[in-house]
């Protein structure tokens, strides 16, 4: 190489993200990134993500892909890629004019021919730079422990992708001692986790500056995620098949790990097939969930064990008109009664609120039973309360409103549909065809 051309190679550097080779007038080799802390990780990366690729599509199907990496510093990962597989179109987008220069001067240096297209931009400039494009497959690598957060980067860069969104991050790991003692207090019952697994995960936040060519944009607090927290923006944005391509342990020898310890994580995730909006995905949790406290109708046993353990002073006057009625007072408790999965659940609702979740399955039972001027009784308990619970207000109003669609009082129902739509405007409009 000439010497200016060495100089002007250093000048571009550091070649943090790739090796480069080239070749002097004089035959002689000349690299340069060999020295780099990661100078074996984009290599490795880049033929797990190329074998990971061709396992998942075919080769028409690649050859008819379109590929963005976002974030690509010098596009050396993305030219590997590329160079292995002929997509329609690869592009990629880096925030830092010099890391594209860096990568341009780089390969004409060393001969590397790429049909690779590079823009200037960060990751919220995607749809200003590819306003009307989507890409097959998405690459975020190494970008998302410099950004401020992770879920504002996959939720952003989910928009450009219509398949397959793969993510590569540092990542700190599980707390050992404190990660009871933090699920408690984030308390994770909300809808969303009705019958599903309680995930949840945390960041670790820093301060960084602009000041090296793979850092933050600007002066900003920056993010490092736990797996478990990629994980969830990534099924927040509709990609819930998830597979592991690499940790750590691939990416880095243990040398490496000596001189900088770190934890690193690398994950493929495809697009629901179904493209379901999330908003779509938690409302089915709530219908269900409204579903069961508001239509399950439970046995006899169970309103017996209501009977036995919550009639208490205030509610004894509505467990004697249900027992007008009902046999449920003579039963007694039955030992060998076994409690379904839905009775378990009310159950566990209900020393929350007990005078009014206990009227609501008080009602619901006379419902059952043909007895709707009871459940009236009931539930008007429950509407005309001070300071009443407010789930089981509209509740009850939902249950009115089927009582009073039934026998005909128009008024009525109009009555309580508008305190229910008050209440609660997200009440599903339809649940178990009652209304």
Not at 91 to 113: L, M, T, W
Not at 146 to 160: A, D, F, P, Q, R
Not at 315 to 343: P, V
Not at 377 to 391: P, Q, V
Request: glycine share 6%.
């Amino acid at each position: 190489m000439k010497p200016d051309e060495v100089e002007y190679m250093n000048a571009y550097g550091p070649y943090d993200h790739g090796i480069w080779d080239a070749v002097g007038s004089d035959g002689a080799s000349v690299t340069f990134g060999n020295n780099s802390l990661f100078a074996t990780r984009a290599e490795v990366m880049a033929d797990k993500i190329i074998k990971y690729l061709q396992q998942k599509f075919t080769s028409e199907e690649l050859h008819n892909a379109s590929i963005v990496d976002i974030g690509c510093y010098d596009g050396w990962v993305l030219s590997k890629i590329s160079k292995s597989i002929k997509f329609k179109r690869a592009v990629g987008i880096e925030p830092r004019q010099k890391n594209i220069d860096k990568g341009k001067f780089a390969r004409k240096i060393c001969g590397v021919d790429t049909a690779c297209q590079f823009y200037c931009g960060g990751y919220q400039d995607l749809e200003k730079v590819f306003p009307s494009e989507m890409f097959d497959i998405v690459l975020c690598l190494g970008m998302a422990h410099h950004v401020n957060s992770i879920e504002h980067l996959i939720k952003t860069i989910s928009y450009k992708s219509s398949n397959l969104l793969i993510v590569d991050s540092m990542i700190i790991p599980p707390l050992d001692e404190d990660y009871q003692r933090i699920a408690a207090v984030i308390n994770p019952v909300d809808i969303i986790y009705r019958k599903k697994e309680k995930i949840w995960g945390l960041a670790a936040y820093k301060m960084e500056s602009p000041y090296f060519d793979g850092s933050a944009e600007d002066v900003s607090l920056v993010n490092i995620p736990q797996e478990s927290l990629i994980r969830m923006c990534l099924q927040s944005s509709n990609f819930s098949s998830i597979d592991t391509l690499m940790s750590e342990k691939d990416f880095y020898p243990k040398d490496f790990q000596k001189i900088r310890g770190v934890n690193e994580i690398m994950l493929g995730a495809f697009r629901d097939s179904a493209d379901k909006i999330s908003s779509d995905n938690w409302f089915e949790n709530a219908k269900a969930y409204e579903e069961l406290f508001c239509l399950y109708t439970s046995s006899d046993d169970f309103m017996a064990h209501l009977n036995a353990n919550f009639n208490s002073d205030e509610l004894s006057q509505y467990f004697i008109k249900l027992n007008d009625f009902s046999q449920i007072n003579k039963r007694g408790i039955d030992h060998s009664y076994a409690m379904t999965e839905e009775e378990r659940e009310i159950l566990e609702n209900i020393p929350r609120a007990p005078f009014e979740k206990v009227l609501i399955e008080l009602a619901k039972y006379c419902m059952h039973k043909d007895n709707n001027e009871l459940a009236r009784i009931f539930l008007e308990a429950i509407t005309k309360k001070k300071n009443s619970d407010w789930r089981s207000f509209y509740r009850a109003c939902f249950l009115l409103s089927v009582i009073e669609k039934e026998v005909g009082n128009e008024d009525r129902l109009n009555h309580y549909q508008g305190l229910l739509l008050i209440s609660n405007p997200l009440f599903p409009k339809k649940i178990g065809g009652r209304l």
